[in-house]
C-alpha cells in the first residue's frame, strides 16, 4: 500500500525521517516484522511494545509508530502518536480497506449465551446456503475450517485480518462474539457492525470492571458505537427480559428487535417444553406462530434460538425457513452437551461460570430427574473472586457438589475452593482443588439414575496451571471411570 494513503489525515504529533513509498504490512509482534512493515508499539498487560521497536527495526521494518521519541538511530522513520491503540485502528481499516463495509457483521454480546448464540446464527446462516465466518470463544471458523484464537474477542490487528481473510474467501458473513474486555479496550473499533446482539447480563468480570453499572455500560459500547447514519440498514436485538433492555435500546438510534421468554415481544416462546433430547415451543414472530423445535437444551438455549432467529430477520431471512432449519442443528460444543454413554446415567458438559449460568444448568435437568442430579463446578484463580461464594450458593440446588478449580493459574487450590465453599447452603458437598481428581470422585459418588454435570470448562480441553497449559478433559476422565464401575 502507498504510504501517503495508509497516513493520510493522521494526526502526527512528530516524523523523525522520511516515509518510504510504500508498506508491505502492519505489525504489533516484532518477531512478525517484515522488509517494508510499519511496526505498531502497544502497550499490553505484561509486554510494552516500544521495548521492541528497536527488534523491529533491525527485522525490517519501515516505520516505527509510537507514543514517544525512541532512540532507534536512523533504522526506521518514526512517527510519534497521541495513542498507538487508536492509531492502530485507523491504520488497520485503510490497510484493509474498510472490509467490514463489505460484509454483513453480527455482534452478540452479553454475560451468557454468546458462543451459543454465535454458533447458531453461523450455522444457521450455513443450512441457509450462506458462506460465514465466525470470531468467538471456540476459535476463528471460516466457513467450517476451524482455526484456534487467543481470546473471546481477538486483538484489533487480528480481528480485521479475519474479516479481509473472510473476503478473500468470498464469505459474505460474519459473527464475532463480543466480550466486555474487548469493548473497552477497542479491540472492535473499525467494525462496522450491522447486527448487535444482546443476550444477558449477570455477575462476572468484576475483578475488571469494578461494579456492575461500568459491567452492563461496557457490554452497551456495542450498541452506542453502531453510528448515527441511519441510511444504513441496522438492527439491534435485545432481550426484553433483562433489565439493561431500556438502557442500552436508548444508546442507538436503529432499529430495536425484542425478544423474551416472560411476555409479548418481537419474537417470544409459549408452550415451552422441555425433553430430555430436545426443546419444543411456540414461537410467536412478525412472521406468523410456528412450532419450533431443537436439540438444544434447557431454559437459556429457548432464549439463545430467539436471539439468533430475530438477528436472522432482522436481515431478511425468513422465520419459517429458519425454523426448519434449527431442527437439524445440533448442540454446540460444550454447552450442555450431552456426553454419549451406555452408562444408566446421564452427563453433560456445560460452560457455565457464573451463578446465573449455573442456576440455569441445573434447572434445566430438573424436569427429568429420577434420583440425583450431581455437580461439579470450579472457576478461575487470580480471577473475579467476589462471584464465588454465589456461583456455589447456585452449585447448592443441585443433590451432591463438588468444588474445584477450572484454571488455577498461581492461586492456591485452597484459596479458591474456599471462597467458593462460603456460599453452600447444605453440607453434600466436597472441596477437591484438583479439576481432575475432582472429576473422578464424583464419578464415583455416581448412581443408576444420576445427572451429573461438569461446569466451567465447556469445550476446553486444557487447564491453566501457573501459565502453561496441560491437557485436561473432564468427559475422557469421567468415561474412564464409567468403564471400570459401570
Known sequence: MKTTTLFHSLKIIKQIGELPERITSLETDSRKVLAGSVFICIKGYTVDGHDYARQAAENGAAVIVSEKELDLEGAATQIVVKSTERTLAILADRFFQ?????????????????????????????????????????????????????????????????MQTAIDHRIPNMIFEVSSHGLVEGRLWGVDFDVAVFTNLSHDHLDYHGTMDHYGYAKGLLFSQMGQDLSKDKAVVLNLDDEWFERYAQMTPFDVISYSMERPADFYAENIEYLSDRTLYTLHSPDGVYQLETQLLGTFNVSNTLAAIAALYAKGYKVSELVEHLRTIAPVSGRMERVPTDAPLSIYIDYAHTPDAIEKAIKSVMPFKKNRILFLIGTGGNRDKSKRPAMAEMASLADYVVLTTDDPRYEDYDSITGDLEKGMTHNQYACIGDRGEAVRHLMQQAEPDDIIIFAGKGHEDYQIIENTKYPHSDSGIALEVIKERF
Open 98 to 162: 474498510s472490509p467490514s463495509e463489505k460484509m454483513t457483521v453480527f455482534g452478540v454480546t452479553g454475560t451468557n449465551g454468546k458462543t451459543s448464540v454465535t454458533n447458531l446464527i453461523h450455522a444457521l446462516l450455513k443450512a441457509s446456503g450462506q458462506k460465514a465466518a465466525l470470531s468467538g470463544t471456540i476459535g476463528f471458523n471460516l466457513d467450517g475450517e476451524l482455526h484456534q484464537s487467543a481470546n473471546t474477542t481477538s486483538d484489533l490487528l487480528t480481528t480485521q485480518r479475519m
